[in-house]
T-cell receptor
Framework: GDSVTQMEGPVTLSEEAFLTINCTYTATGYPSLFWYVQYPGEGLQLLLKATKADDKGSNKGFEATYRKETTSFHLEKGSVQVSDSAVYFCALRRAGGTSYGKLTFGQGTILTVHP | EAGVTQFPSHSVIEKGQTVTLRCDPISGHDNLYWYRRVMGKEIKFLLHFVKESKQDESGMPNNRFLAERTGGTYSTLKVQPAELEDSGVYFC???????????????FGPGTRLTVL
């Protein structure tokens, strides 16, 4: 079945440091890929998405590129801020079929950014 | 516009009791989803409603879980009787997907934290 693997956390960085959170997936066909973020006390919010190979999703300074050859969708940000402290989830979704609405998530990565 | 809301935010019950969680989706969203995150692990899909019909309930763990969406508006998820392993955070989400090939954003609620003692 489908699966998503994220790098183990937690990740602790200083403000303005470079961030990478690795994400790889296993799925048949061509799934859409997502990064969701959960800030303390809130629900998950869509951060960015990519729907086909080589697409780059971007939002709020975060980027991730859909790499079909390495089945990866790593999240990057050039300069993190304290306000980026949150839990980040990588996810995939396959269009079509009975389970077309199902998001398959990774285990989440806790990011803490210190001033 | 109001987002997805869930009630209660927290629930603490004893093993063997019954708990009912409620989700109100964004108005006009035909699609409603339930997910669960147990003990800091990955968030797992439970089921998907399209209006009042169950499109996919492949993630429901067992027959102690009953989800309903009468009238295609809000949804409830009942756990009866609750077991220790049911503890976790239950998320609800909704979307405006139209059909199997649409990939529209799922908007999540803040979750209900369920603790079974």
């Amino acid at each position: 079945g489908d699966s998503v693997t994220q790098m183990e956390g937690p990740v602790t960085l200083s403000e303005e440091a470079f961030l990478t959170i690795n994400c790889t997936y296993t799925a048949t066909g061509y799934p859409s890929l997502f990064w969701y973020v959960q800030y303390p006390g809130e629900g998950l919010q869509l951060l960015l998405k990519a729907t086909k190979a080589d697409d780059k999703g971007s939002n709020k300074g975060f980027e991730a590129t859909y790499r079909k050859e390495t089945t990866s969708f790593h999240l990057e940000k050039g300069s993190v801020q304290v306000s980026d402290s949150a839990v980040y989830f990588c996810a995939l979704r396959r269009a079509g079929g009975t389970s077309y609405g199902k998001l398959t998530f990774g285990q989440g990565t806790i990011l803490t950014v210190h001033p | 516009e109001a987002g997805v809301t869930q009630f209660p935010s927290h629930s603490v019950i004893e093993k063997g009791q019954t708990v009912t969680l409620r989700c109100d989706p964004i108005s006009g969203h035909d699609n409603l989803y339930w997910y669960r995150r147990v003990m800091g692990k990955e968030i797992k899909f439970l089921l998907h409603f399209v209006k009042e019909s169950k499109q996919d309930e492949s993630g429901m763990p067992n027959n102690r879980f009953l989800a309903e969406r009468t009238g295609g508006t809000y949804s409830t998820l009942k756990v009866q009787p609750a077991e220790l392993e049911d503890s976790g955070v239950y998320f609800c989400a909704s979307s405006q997907d139209r059909g199997r090939l649409a990939v529209n954003e799922q908007f999540f609620g803040p979750g209900t934290r369920l603790t079974v003692l």
